[in-house]
């Protein structure tokens, strides 16, 4: 089943490659995405993946190393991703109770 998850503690010099390489031997991966400063352009230090297999990557890859740093991995919640979509360009985070 195809899921979108949040990806936190991102290294500012990761790309899209780095990441599609990690993810991409659990499952086909549908899109990335890297949430930049609106102003500097500069990475955030999060994004969001959208692939199949969501769940055995998130549970095999939490916490491991992606290009010097330990990647926090989280399902992003069908119903707020749904509804985030036709409103807000901001995503829950479940494990923190967080917007973003």
């Not at 936190?8 to 995405?33: H, Q, Y």
């Not at 890297?34 to 095999?60: L, S």
């Not at 707020?80 to 829950?92: I, L």
């Amino acid at each position: 089943m195809i899921k979108t998850l949040y990806l936190g503690n991102l290294p500012w010099n990761v790309t899209k490659e780095d990441i599609e390489k990690l993810f991409n031997p659990l499952g086909t991966v549908s899109s990335i995405k890297i949430v930049k400063d609106g102003i500097t352009g500069r990475p955030k230090g999060y994004g969001f993946i959208t692939m199949e297999n969501a769940e055995t990557a998130m549970n095999v890859l939490n916490g491991k190393d992606l290009c010097g740093r330990s990647v926090k991995i989280n399902e992003v919640h069908k119903n707020y991703q749904n509804q985030t979509e036709k409103t807000s360009p901001k995503f829950y985070i479940p494990a923190t109770n967080t917007y973003c």
